[in-house]
């Protein structure tokens, strides 16, 4: 699998002792980061697109609300504002000027590195291609095929499925399926997960020495990693 480049983090930070902490960590962290140390230089990194912006308010030659401002207006990078100004109306200008997140100093590192994390997960494309073994299921098309052969299921059989790759790991009563899949308004009988697990297990386990469902004996099923 090809190696993907490292995160690119942009600090706006004139503290030369705050931004060197935020290097350092962010750096420890897998991240490749750029300093600038006033408003105007941070606003000219900030427009050659980073994936993510760390913004000091109270800086030289132009102060942070208007870098935040003029970046809103031409990029949609996610900015996390860092600053000692802690009042409520300067939170609600950060955030309504564009910014993604605030915080405040003094900070804890392991709270801006969650919430930079947290920030670029926003970012990141969301698959619609669940892949486990050598099933996958497309949710676009609608799709589920194992070991590269298709395979017909009916809308339930599909949404069952679809419930347990979802949430992998867990043990579910047969309630927590019927409830998950039909509803808690459809009137029947939660047995019926029986037979559509028999159903399922023919069309994606028969033929296969590797079995996807697992029956936890008394409690439920559940698709493991």
Known sequence: ME???PRKVLVVEDDPAIGRVLQLELAYEGYDVELAVDGLSGLEKALKEPDLVILDLMLPRMEGFEVCKRIRAKSRVPIII????????????GLDLGAD???TKP????????????????REPQSNVIEYRDLTMDRDRHEVTRAGQQIALTAKEYALLEYLLLHRNKVHTRDELFNGVWGSDFLGDSN??????RYLRGKIDDGHEDKLITTVRGVGYTIKD
Request: zero cysteines.
């Open 107 to 122: 900070f804890s590192t392991d709270e801006l590195l969650a919430r930079v994390r947290a920030r670029l997960r926003d």
């Open 101 to 103: 997140d605030y915080l």
């Open 82 to 93: 860092l600053t000692a100004k802690d009042s409520v109306p300067d939170r609600v200008a």
């Open 192 to 197: 019926l997960i029986d037979v559509y697990i």
């Open 3 to 5: 190696r993907q480049p």
